[in-house]
């Protein structure tokens, strides 16, 4: 049996709450920005882990997304081969998790894990998997490839 996900639109609620529960209308702002600038604001602490066979994969990524803006924090030991990446959000960093959505092409709403943890000492963790070997960007390739 089929289940369907619905991904909620933080603006929108935003939008609707101030029209319901306040008598002149939207107070707050929506976000303003490109989906990098809104990343960087949100200053999400990031987990990478490599669950490929590609070695110093985790580096690159780690390298990559560092140069994007993010602030990848740990490295992780890989858990096993994995095809699809998978991102683990401990706290709600919604900019950010949009960010590696698109980043990595996470498609299914299997490889988004929701596991509230506010002793966690990262924000969101990036399981990424052998698709993401050939999406990386060609400037983080390793010479030995």
């Given at each position: 049996?089929?289940?369907?996900?619905?991904?909620?639109?933080?603006?929108?609620?935003?939008?609707?709450?101030?029209?319901?529960?306040?008598?002149?209308?939207?107070?707050?702002?929506?976000?303003?920005?490109?989906?990098?600038?809104?990343?960087?604001?949100?200053?999400?602490?990031?987990?990478?882990?490599n669950?490929?066979?590609?070695?110093?994969?985790?580096?690159?990524?780690?390298?990559?997304?560092?140069?994007q803006?993010?602030?990848?924090?740990?490295?992780?030991?890989?858990?096993?081969?994995?095809?699809?990446?998978?991102?683990?959000?401990?706290?709600?960093?919604l900019?950010?998790?949009?960010?590696?959505?698109?980043?990595?092409?996470?498609?299914?709403?299997?490889?988004?894990?929701?596991?509230?943890?506010?002793?966690?000492t990262?924000?969101?963790?990036?399981?990424f998997?052998?698709?993401?070997?050939?999406?990386?960007?060609?400037?983080?390739?390793?010479?030995?490839?």
């Amino acid at each position: 049996m089929e289940a369907s996900v619905l991904r909620p639109v933080p603006d929108l609620i935003r939008i609707l709450r101030d029209e319901i529960f306040i008598p002149g209308g939207p107070v707050s702002p929506l976000a303003q920005g490109d989906t990098i600038t809104l990343m960087q604001e949100d200053a999400a602490r990031i987990r990478v882990t490599n669950n490929t066979y590609t070695s110093d994969l985790g580096e690159r990524t780690a390298s990559f997304l560092t140069a994007q803006g993010m602030q990848v924090v740990e490295q992780d030991v890989p858990t096993g081969a994995a095809k699809q990446t998978v991102l683990v959000v401990y706290t709600p960093k919604l900019y950010a998790l949009r960010y590696l959505i698109e980043t990595f092409g996470v498609r299914g709403s299997n490889q988004v894990v929701i596991k509230p943890d506010p002793a966690e000492t990262v924000d969101i963790e990036v399981l990424f998997g052998e698709v993401w070997v050939s999406k990386l960007p060609t400037a983080y390739y390793s010479y030995s490839e």
